[in-house]
């Protein structure tokens, strides 16, 4: 209860704004801002495993499993995590378009890795200044992040529409 508590407050925030003071705190480089990237988001993979746990956790080969005598981290290795993990992975696919969005951000905004470093939030800063005169040097950027966010996002919904129709 005390997890999902302080899981509540960090999902108070935006997941920009979080990863923001986390670089802050922590500095910028490309390392540290993977880190504040992947600490901002895990707010809501904490609420969605648990959530599945609760369900799976109620489901009758859980209880028949119980019942025979299984421990309860036999239980919880063989049924309910293998279980609760699926919706997860998929949640997970769908959210890398908005981690890679939110890291290009990021970079735009100065708290990713120095310019020399090839990251696209900041070919899309340096591109700026140049958009009159060379605006393939911000279209080129912008158009991997898209082109890359889109394939990703469209992974994670095939997979989520192959797990409903099993499930029918």
Known sequence: AAVMRSVDVLLAFPDLLLALVIITFFGQGTLNLIIAVGIASVPRYARLVRAQTQVVRGAGYVEAATTLGLGRAAVIGRHVLPNAIKPVLILATIGIGGNITAGAALSFLG???????????????????FLANAWWLVAWPALAITCTVISITAIGRELLRRSEGKRL
């Open 111 to 129: 708290f990713g890795a120095p310019p020399p470093a090839p990251e696209w939030g900041t070919m899309l800063a340096i591109g700026r200044n």
